[in-house]
């Protein structure tokens, strides 16, 4: 199947008319970097006052969702917190739901804040936001593995050191059950003009030193859409995935049955969709910005 390109007003009303449910990805379809794409408010407005139901679903976890609906708001989008989905509300939620981790047991966390608070609002205990020290190869006889800890939640961490590897490596070795997850596996994240390592990249190092798998929760993995598919009962016929990675985000919505659009404000090009070896979109678009025309 050859993707579509959407151009032709007829093209864009009938993407519309055809769903009940846009998933979105944010970085590289709502914004980049700092900055809104352009007419994206006005698109979105346009699809609510069709009545449809609007999730945005993320790999980045080091942002809450309470920031999240912060953040929608500096550039003009009303959001809600039920309508946020990342990749740390996920881990919570299995952790949680799924796994009915115990009440006694502590989650050692490398990532940002957004994992701690959403690991908080379910109830769970987190360490190692502050394993920030510098270390030396003599100071390692004082890292022990805490019995408290039954999970390792690994996600993108800006301040990543060797202490907090050596302490979630001690964990997961050491302790007995002690689960391994990751929030993603990203290999890299756009940060303005240029790609940097993602989440995934950092990960490799854990996941080489323990010789363990994480369980991978965000995009395109099975236990995001999981999670997505079984909080708002969406039709898959009638839900269409949005987003800007055709590893990530298009390959996560094939993966549920859903229909998917590909912009290219992001990551990939119009010679990556359109290549035999990548996974196959259904529709790709300049920029979601371009169904602003249609309110």
Known sequence: MVPKKLVMRQD???LVEQHDTFLFDCDGVIWNGKHPIKNVSAALDMLR???KRLIFVTNNSATSRKDYVAKFARYGIQ???DEIFSSAYAT??????????SSNKKAYVIGGSGIHHELAEVGISTLGGNDTASINLDMLADIHPNPDVGAVVFGIDYDISYRKLACAHTHLTQNPDCLFIATNNDRTLPGG????PGCGSLLSALEHSTQKSPLVMGKPNKPMLDCVMQKFHLDPARTCMVGDRLDTDILFGISGGLSTLCVLTGVATESDILSPTSPKTTYYIQSIGDLAVLD
């Not at 003009?193 to 940097?196: A, R, T, V």
């Open 12 to 14: 864009l009303e009938s």
């Open 49 to 51: 006052k069709r009545g």
């Open 79 to 81: 959001t809600s917190t």
């Open 92 to 101: 919570a939620v299995y952790l949680h739901d799924v796994v009915r981790f």
């Open 193 to 196: 003009k240029y790609m940097f």
